[in-house]
């Protein structure tokens, strides 16, 4: 039980740094949208999110 509200708060904490650098998230699909501007992007949490089960799409609407 204490692991798993340990990955919930990785997962939340992570969702909240990368939100901060304009990625937005969609929980239901599991989903992150890239930011418009690339100079935001960061592979590490990218790659941190993806074990999580997270794919990851462009912008391509400009929400």
């Known amino acids: 039980m204490g692991t798993e509200n340990k990955q919930k708060r990785k997962e939340r ?3 909240y740094q990368m939100r901060k650098k304009g990625y937005q998230f969609n929980r239901e ?3 992150a949208i890239l930011p418009e ?3 935001n992007r960061s592979a ?3 790659k941190r999110l993806r074990a999580f089960g997270y794919d990851f799409q462009y912008n391509m609407f400009q929400y």
């Open 29 to 31: 699909q599991r989903v």
């Open 13 to 15: 904490n992570l969702r």
């Open 37 to 39: 501007n690339g100079k």
């Open 44 to 46: 590490v949490q990218e």
